[in-house]
């Protein structure tokens, strides 16, 4: 395997000045090498989308180093942050799609801007726009609209496309299937798994256990700030080893099986807080 | 901790089966043009009634409960059928009217918690402002009851969350945030459109536990548009199925989801299992998984 294209190390995010200061990550540690997905899930507010953010450059680290494609981008000030994100190496889904996109832009020129920035001529951005937005599934009708004239999941596909048209090294995706149908969520897993061939990082986070297990090589696990358990997609669901993966993988909803009972899951969350 | 106030047994609404909210035949569109997006929508919620919507995404869903809100995008409407609460026609209701509806008969979580909150004021106030404007709780007691409901929704450290601005939030902590803002004045009818996909598994058992703990002491009747079919199965005995605008399939659930008459619904179902948990849990497979 290569190196990696993401490396975290020991990274520690604190939120808030003075007396709202508050530690968000603590100490987290994990790589993603070129082709790899690695799942992301946890408790909501355990630190995810503070991790995606940190590898974005928006929100600063306080300990710890980060690496992307063999750059160490611990020290960066915004200006060299700024540059980075426009170069397109990296790129990011928001977990809330209205802010993905700009509210005030037709997805047109979302989709096409990436690309302008990156020097490509309007004609064959337009283009690659219209290629991107057929991928995700979606007409070229909605290219002049804006994002409050699209629903949710359309906007969600929408920020996909985005992210994929400067076709980047690493790809850190926030939720990107909670807001899809079923058969969309699919179309969007199945082109993430595409992309694993030509090399893509991909960070995917999501609350969906089911997308998370289809697609991800290995599942990296958050609760409170600390990422209590890392392995290989299979192990993690099948033998989970820490108390809060264990009450997470047994309180999925499926149609098939029966998840735990909300005895089983208040039992299981005493072991917690133990 | 709940999310009722100390309303006595004795003094909810007797059983009835008067719906709290009708639609019948709700066509939605833009007037001006004439283009038609949803085509017909009816259903019918009486207390403690739980139904489901799924189907595909663009299909209306959302529409259909702003529909039912009043609160649709200003170039589209209601353009027939008609839509009911609590008996009252909605196309007779004046703002005020809707005012004093909102919040304390009809209530509803949306997709986007984010943009549904005041970013410039902390969250728990927001919480507080609808219990102070619909139950008049003084400033005070509003406080201590926003307090209880953060803590309802299971959000750790509820006081230290009272005082936080929306940025400084999760998406999955906003989510709950709006739930116990649109519980607060004990409404009739919740409408939840994706109100739990931005939580984690195990607080989105725990909030689904607090909605079926509210329809049986309370009778709230609520409206679930999700993606997850899992969800619906769990918490809905009714479902909707739409598609391109129109209902495709509507009935019980243990018929539609598990029993669909209609393609379109086969196919959902069957795409939604292509990632369902159990196929990656060893031992968890049942003998439909074996056949694939
Ligand atoms: N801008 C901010 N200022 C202060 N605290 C913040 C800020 N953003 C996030 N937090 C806090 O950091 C913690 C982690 O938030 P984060 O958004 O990373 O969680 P998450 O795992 O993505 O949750 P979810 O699954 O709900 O999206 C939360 O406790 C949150 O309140
Ligand atoms: N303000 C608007 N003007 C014109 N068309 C709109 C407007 N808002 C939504 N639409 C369109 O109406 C259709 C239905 O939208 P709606 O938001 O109800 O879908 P939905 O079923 O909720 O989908 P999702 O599951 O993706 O949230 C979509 O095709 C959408 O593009
Ligand atoms: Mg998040
Ligand atoms: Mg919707």
Redesign the interface.
């Known amino acids: 395997m290569t190196a990696p294209v993401l490396q975290v190390s020991d990274l520690d995010v604190h939120y808030g000045l003075r007396r709202r200061r508050r530690q968000a990550l603590q100490g987290v540690s994990l790589d993603v090498s070129a082709g790899e997905t690695v799942g992301l899930i946890g408790e909501t507010g355990s630190g995810k989308s503070t991790l995606a953010r940190a590898v974005l450059g928006l929100v600063p680290s306080s300990g710890g180093r980060i690496v992307i494609d063999g750059e160490d981008v611990s020290g960066y000030r915004e200006r060299q942050w700024r540059r980075l994100r426009r170069r397109g190496v990296v790129q990011y889904v928001f977990q809330d799609p209205l802010r993905s996109l700009d509210p005030d832009l037709t997805i047109e020129d979302s989709l096409v801007e990436p690309l302008l920035i990156q020097g490509v001529s309007r004609r064959e951005a337009v283009a690659r726009a219209r290629t991107f937005l057929d991928r995700v599934h979606l007409s070229a009708d909605l290219l002049p609209k804006v994002p409050g004239e699209i629903s949710g999941g359309q906007r969600q596909r929408v920020a996909v496309a985005r992210a994929l048209v400067t076709e980047p090294r690493l790809i850190v995706l926030d939720e990107p299937v909670s807001a899809l149908d079923s058969a969309n969520r699919v179309q969007v897993l199945e082109i993430l798994k595409e992309l694993r061939g030509s090399g893509v990082a991909l960070v995917f986070i999501s609350h969906d256990l089911g997308s998370v297990a289809g697609i991800a090589d290995r599942i990296a696990v958050l609760y409170q700030g600390e990422l209590v358990e890392v392995g290989a997609a299979a192990a993690v669901i099948n033998e989970p080893d820490h108390p809060y993966t264990r009450l997470l993988v047994s309180s999925a909803p499926t149609l098939r099986a029966a998840s735990a009972t909300r005895a089983e899951r208040e039992e299981l969350r005493a072991l917690l807080s133990v | 901790m709940t999310l009722l106030s100390e309303k006595p047994a004795a003094v909810r609404p007797a059983p009835t089966v008067d719906p709290v909210l009708s639609l019948r035949d709700v066509r939605i569109g833009n007037p001006h043009t004439g283009a038609e997006i949803v085509h017909g929508v009816s259903l019918e919620l009486t207390p403690g009634k739980v139904v489901g919507v ?5 299909s209306g869903k ?1 529409l259909t409960c702003r529909a039912a809100l009043g609160i649709l ?1 200003a170039n589209l409407a209601v353009t027939s059928g008609s839509i009911e609460i609590a008996g009252a026609d909605i196309s007779t209701l004046g703002s005020r009217e809707w005012t004093a509806l909102r919040g304390s008969t009809i209530s509803a979580v949306f ?2 918690p ?2 549904y909150l005041n970013p410039s004021i902390q969250v728990g106030p927001q919480v507080a402002e609808v219990l102070r404007v619909k139950k008049g709780l003084k400033r005070r007691e509003a406080r201590h009851r926003a307090i209880e409901l953060l803590q309802a929704v299971h959000l ?1 450290q509820p006081e230290l969350v009272y005082s936080q601005y929306p940025h ?6 906003l989510q ?1 945030i709006l739930i116990a803002a649109a519980c607060a004045a004990d409404p009739q009818v919740l409408i939840a459109d ?1 109100a739990t ?10 909030i689904l ?1 607090l909605l079926a703990d509210l329809r049986d002491s309370t009778g709230l009747a609520l409206v679930v548009v999700s ?5 619906v ?2 918490l809905c005995e009714e479902v909707l199925v739409m598609r391109d605008g129109a209902v495709v399939e509507h009935g019980p659930t243990s018929q539609v ?1 598990y029993r669909p008459e209609h393609d379109y619904t086969r ?3 069957d ?12 031992g ?3 003998p ?2 074996q056949a694939s």
Request: aromatic share 4%; charged share 30%; hydrophobic share 35%.
């Open positions: 799924v189907g595909e995404s663009g959302t995008p997709q986007d984010a943009s750790r400084e939030l999760s998406g999955g902590m709950r994706e996909t931005a939580l984690d598994v195990t607080v989105q058992a725990e536990d993606h997850d079919l899992a969800v199965a769990q989801l196919l959902l179902i795409e939604h299992e292509q990632y369902g948990l159990h196929r990656f849990v060893k968890k497979n049942v439909e998984e």
